[in-house]
């Protein structure tokens, strides 16, 4: 039972069987208007979503791996929890570090797809450190970690993006 569960956990329910391809892009998606649901509709404060992905980052490791022999890959397509963790993280930083803003709720959604444009071009690419994460560690590390570096690539284009425009508008 605990076994069907973790699955059905690392797969966010649906990723895993019921869509066949672009798995990883369609999770970062339901991620990015999940997050924006909680946050900017639903007010639940930020602090408490922080803590909730930081107890599912921590929980994943183990649900991966006490599914991850189930699998016929190393890195299994249809695992896409560590998608939904590295996409939460330039969002939940974001809204930790610029919680009095004035943004309208579409100037929001627009910045949350910018994140998800810039996730899922690094997940893509795969710089330095990643690809070298990607390859050399076949194991729930090496799934989850390299999209967590590609969740930080992100936030470092957010504060280089905000240094140059702070810098330039001077």
Not at 156 to 165: A, H, R, S, T, W
Request: aromatic content about 22%; charged content about 15%; glycine content about 4%.
């Amino acid at each position: 039972m605990i076994k069907k569960l973790n699955y059905y956990f690392i797969t966010l329910f649906i990723f895993g069987n019921l869509i066949e391809r672009y798995r990883g892009t369609w999770s970062s998606l339901f991620t990015t208007l999940f997050l924006f649901t909680l946050i900017q509709v639903l007010k639940i404060p930020i602090l408490i979503i922080s803590l909730t992905l930081v107890l599912i980052f921590f929980y994943s490791f183990f649900a991966i791996k006490s599914c991850l022999n189930d699998f016929k890959d190393e890195d299994p397509q249809e695992i896409v929890i560590d998608e939904f963790l590295g996409q939460s993280i330039p969002i939940i930083l974001y809204e930790l570090f610029h919680p009095n803003r004035a943004n309208t709720l579409i100037e929001t959604l627009q910045i949350y797809f910018w994140f998800f444009l810039l996730f899922r071009l690094f997940d893509g690419l795969k710089p330095f450190p990643i690809d070298y994460i990607d390859k050399k560690y076949k194991n729930t590390f090496g799934i989850i970690f390299d999209d967590v570096l590609a969740g930080f690539y992100v936030v470092i284009c957010l504060v280089l993006f905000m240094v140059g425009k702070t810098f330039f508008n001077s």
